[in-house]
T-cell receptor, first 113, second 112 residues
């Protein structure tokens, strides 16, 4: 069974640009969550999508958005990038119901210059 | 607001020794998770603890949960170098399932 995949794995962008990250969950999983990991703030929850609907949302500005497609693949978008957006972005896949465990992808390392 | 604290933040220990990592959380929570992260890598699930008194063991690691004290522990027995990593605990709640709130992490360095 294939694991969670994220693309791209590494990305370098300039301040003010926007970026889209992609996550393909484990086959059959309907929930995808996104997390940001930085040395200063640690691991922070961004949002969760379940069956194409945002089910939970963290405390991030509106520049951070996401969506989920009918095949459960998810994308997150960050507009008007800031230096502080440099981070490892992790997505996690979960069956949805019941949801006792999340399986994390390898992450996308975003560097904003 | 649900907060999760771990201590210690950094733990240097010798091979063969035992030690415990502590995870405290601020409000009632429903599930407690432990993850491991190797440098530059993603998170690997270690344990999911679902109820008060739950205890799970895998190899040299044992996790327990005391919901009344809002405390989970990760006990390391006879540490080996391969256990060197950062360990995170996390909690979520019914109604906010899959919204994990993570602790600060404990960097474990096992010295030969």
């Amino acid at each position: 069974k294939a694991g969670v995949t994220q693309t791209p794995r590494y990305l370098i962008k300039t301040r003010g640009q926007q970026v889209t990250l992609s996550c393909s969950p484990i086959s059959g999983h309907r929930s995808v969550s996104w997390y940001q990991q930085t040395p200063g703030q640690g691991l922070q929850f961004l949002f969760e999508y379940f069956s194409e609907t945002q089910r939970n949302k963290g405390n991030f500005p509106g520049r951070f958005s996401g969506r989920q497609f009918s095949n459960s693949r998810s994308e997150m978008n960050v507009s008007t990038l800031e230096l502080g957006d440099s981070a490892l972005y992790l997505c996690a896949s979960s069956p949805g119901i019941p949801t006792y465990e999340q399986y994390f992808g390898p992450g996308t390392r975003l560097t904003v210059t | 607001e649900l907060k999760v604290e771990q201590n210690p933040l950094f733990l240097s220990m010798q091979e063969g020794k035992n030690y415990t990592i502590y995870c405290n959380y601020s409000t009632t929570s429903d599930r407690l998770y432990w993850y491991r992260q190797d440098p530059g890598k993603s998170l690997e699930s270690l344990f999911v603890l679902l109820s008060n008194g739950a205890v799970k063991q895998e190899g040299r690691l044992m996790a327990s949960l005391d919901t009344k004290a809002r405390l989970s522990t990760l006990h390391i027995t006879a540490a080996v170098h391969d256990l060197s990593a950062t360990y995170f605990c996390a909690v979520d709640r019914y109604g906010a399932t899959n919204k994990l709130i993570f602790g600060t992490g404990t960097l474990l360095a096992v010295q030969p």
